[in-house]
């Protein structure tokens, strides 16, 4: 298994939101969607990952974007995450 540079989460209140932001990210810097989850309740997040510095400019711009159409739950930015984290993803 490789080693994860970095990883970002955007989550968000419904579906609409979640695509807007993910476009908005992976289009913002040079990332990777690694994938989107429904959390529950109407929650929705997506994974992307890649240099620290691209994924902090890539959730910023994806959550400018999901909260121009809904409401952001959170969000957060995890340099150099363990190992184990890329066996969660579904890949």
Excluded: C, H
Aim: charged share 25%.
């Amino acid at each position: 298994m490789s080693a994860i540079k970095s990883i970002g989460v955007l989550e968000t209140d419904g579906f609409v939101p979640l695509i807007e932001g993910a476009d908005a990210a992976v289009k913002a810097a040079n990332v990777d969607l690694v994938e989107w989850r429904k959390i529950g309740r109407g929650y929705v997040s997506f994974v992307i990952e890649g240099e620290v510095a691209a994924v902090r400019s890539a959730i910023e711009a994806g959550r400018a974007a999901a909260q121009a159409v809904g409401t952001v739950i959170s969000e957060t930015v995890i340099p150099r995450p363990v190992t184990e984290l890329n066996t969660t993803w579904k890949k």
